[in-house]
């Protein structure tokens, strides 16, 4: 067979290629043979909360819970403190709401917050490793296995739903739920909507902690479901609706 | 060839030292790290068997974590069929560390023989505490 140095070369650079294909087919491929499942099906699902703030005192049992459960370190300095969620005066939720005139009852209440899992999220926009994404149910999870603790995600937030970790955060965790992983110095965290519950089929553990029943949790594609119901029924607002970024935590004020 | 006397000298001393980390090994092969599997899990099993057979954990652990770790994380799923059909939660300290709660006399002994350091726990909570 006869040939030149420029086919030569070509050959070269295709048989390359080929070996690079087997490879990259080695990676892409799970170890194991095995079947992942669900406990509870998420298939179809849109996970979305309704909050009646008139229902809503002062206990705290909501943000007890879930730091708890969840090993959220109670740092006492305002910079640098981690919550997933907590309370807020009116003015601080609806920044763009409040009048001069307001009730003093309203003046006085305080909201819970969380991550707002909004289905056009500015945090999953910025994030450069992918670690916080979206999930097809809607719930905005984080990988902190990849974060590189950037926080860029901080600064496209628009409701403060995310800490970051300026030291271990453990001296600070003072009873440590050993069935949760901790986070460590230099990753972001926030609520994730109880993931690890809903895959079980369970409610969310601010739901479950609310003794006025205030929260209520549950799928927005289902005309059926209890938000569904409220949010027919009763006028709702979201926070800082006009950035367009559509939460699904829903607030009756 | 000049200076032979000096030359040959220097150079053998040369490529002593230059190949000490080397020889210096030799006979000094470090035991092989024992193995704890007396917890009271195990202990209770009826089968002492591993999620997969004995051989793919040894030599595939690190990828079948990190395989839950995606599933479990990122595609939400939380169950785990191991291939003889039974099933498993994915959690690395919940499934791995209830059986082999004696972490620093199984996966460190062995880790630290091979010279790993995973960092999983930084965050997750390792074995007794």
Same mark, same amino acid.
């Given at each position: 067979m006869k040939m030149d140095r420029r086919n030569f070369i070509r050959m070269c650079g295709l048989g390359l290629l080929g070996l690079g294909a087997t490879k990259a087919d080695k990676i892409f491929?799970?170890?194991?043979k095995s079947k992942y499942l669900r406990t509870a099906s998420l298939q179809g699902k849109r996970w979305a909360m309704v909050i009646d703030s008139r229902k809503c005192n002062d206990c705290d049992d909501c943000v007890a819970a879930c730091h708890k459960v969840h090993n959220v370190p109670d740092i006492n300095k305002k910079e640098q403190e981690v919550k997933w969620i907590w309370k807020e005066g009116f003015h601080g939720t609806f920044p763009d709401l409040g009048h001069q005139y307001m009730t003093e009852k309203l003046e006085k209440r305080l909201f819970p917050i969380l /991550?707002?899992? /909004?289905?056009?999220p500015a945090c999953v926009r910025v994030c450069p490793t992918k670690a916080t994404f979206k999930r097809e149910d809607g719930v905005i999870m984080m990988d902190y296995h990849r974060c590189i603790g950037c926080r860029y995600c901080m600064a496209g937030?628009?409701?403060?739903a995310r800490s970051f970790n300026f030291q271990d955060p453990r001296p600070y965790i003072k009873n440590m739920n050993n069935e949760y992983p901790t986070r460590t110095k230099g990753v972001v965290e926030k609520c994730n909507f109880c993931a690890e519950l809903l895959v079980k089929g369970e409610l969310p553990l601010c739901v479950q902690a609310c003794k006025k029943g205030a929260i209520t949790f549950g799928d927005l594609n289902d005309p059926a479901s209890p938000v569904r119901k409220i949010l027919e029924n009763e006028a709702t607002i979201q926070r800082k609706p006009s950035l367009g970024t559509y939460p699904s935590v829903y607030y009756i004020v | 060839m000049y200076d032979k006397k000096i030359i040959i000298p220097i150079l053998a001393v040369i490529v002593v030292v230059l190949t000490y980390p080397i020889w210096s090994l030799f006979g000094k092969g470090a035991a092989a790290p024992e193995l704890d599997l007396n917890t009271p899990e195990i202990q209770a099993l009826a089968e002492k068997e591993c999620i997969e057979d004995t051989e793919f954990m040894r030599s595939n652990h690190m990828e079948l974590l990190n395989e839950w770790r995606i599933k479990s994380v990122r595609e939400g799923t939380n169950v785990y069929v191991a291939s003889d059909g039974q099933e498993y939660e994915m959690s690395l300290q919940n499934t791995c560390l209830s059986c082999h709660s004696n972490k620093e006399n199984f996966c460190d002994s062995c880790h630290s023989y091979a010279e790993v350091n995973p960092d999983c726990w930084d965050c997750h909570v390792g074995g007794e505490l």
């Open positions: 491929a799970d170890v194991t /991550c707002n899992h /909004c289905d056009n937030c628009p409701y403060g | -």
